[in-house]
Nanobody, 117 residues
């Protein structure tokens, strides 16, 4: 059974930092691109950051220079370091696994991030 379990969300003041973690099980982690997405109330889910390998990442323009995605293949874990948080970063953050050699996609259940002004 595939599971993606996110953690690290919470309430933080503007300008603060949080680190999200997503632990994957039931998949061959190295055969999946990992991503973080977010969905704010009333808005569509959007890509935040995605990583294939340490030197292959992409970010939404709105988070470039503030957020960093990383993966630890030994721990089957992907991280999202979020610095200089803004109220507009408030959303539920989801972890996603995309099969590199298959079309399978898996989602976590999400973790709430709330940034107060």
């Amino acid at each position: 059974q595939v599971q993606l379990v996110e953690s690290g969300g919470g309430l933080v003041q503007a300008g603060g930092s949080l680190r999200l973690s997503c632990v994957a099980s039931g998949i061959t982690f190295t055969l999946h691109a990992m991503g973080w997405y977010r969905q704010a109330p009333g808005k569509q889910r959007e890509l935040v950051a995605r990583i294939w390998s340490a030197d292959s990442t992409n970010y939404a323009d709105s988070v470039k220079g503030r957020f960093t995605i990383a993966r630890d293949n030994a721990k089957n874990t992907v991280y999202l370091q979020m610095n200089s948080l803004k109220p507009e970063d408030t959303a539920v953050y989801y972890c996603k696994a995309d099969g590199i050699m298959s079309s399978r996609v898996y989602w976590g259940q999400g973790t709430q991030v709330t940034v107060s002004s």
